[in-house]
């Protein structure tokens, strides 16, 4: 038997972080379009929208592209059954966060940003390296 542990990818090697980065310049160039078109309660609305839909994913990343190679196949499934379960919980969380907290409050910038953060999901496999 085999007992060595699984080999380990750091953070910015994750075949996903470029689709991270795309994230999070996509978040801050919403907030800076809402804050300069709609006013600074937009702008912060919408980047805390951003920030709800990128800290989940930036979570999910680290719990399942954490493990690489044949012979770390149940921890690479075991590890994205628990980010996947771990970023629903948080995006909750952070959404009854960000309601029961900030005051004043957009909910359409917030919502937009969440919702076009996520967009760029659909665009990974051309932000990802083969």
């Not at 804050?35 to 805390?48: I, M, N």
């Not at 190679?69 to 690479?76: F, M």
């Not at 771990?86 to 909750?92: H, P, R």
Request: charged share 10%; hydrophobic share 60%.
């Amino acid at each position: 038997m085999d007992f060595r542990a699984p080999k380990r990818l750091p953070f910015h090697r994750l075949p996903v972080f470029p689709v991270l980065m795309a994230q999070m310049i996509v978040v801050l160039v919403l907030a800076v379009a809402c804050w300069q078109w709609r006013g600074v309660v937009a702008g912060y609305s919408s980047f805390c929208g951003g920030l709800i839909a990128w800290l989940p994913n930036v979570y999910f990343a680290h719990k399942a592209f954490r493990f690489s190679g044949a012979r770390a196949a149940q921890a690479i499934v075991r590890s994205f059954y628990a980010g996947e379960a771990g970023k629903l919980v948080l995006t909750a969380v952070l959404f009854a966060l960000v309601f029961a907290g900030v005051k004043p409050l957009d909910a359409l910038a917030l919502f937009g940003a969440f919702l076009l953060t996520q967009l760029v999901n659909w665009f990974a496999p051309l932000l990802m390296k083969r």
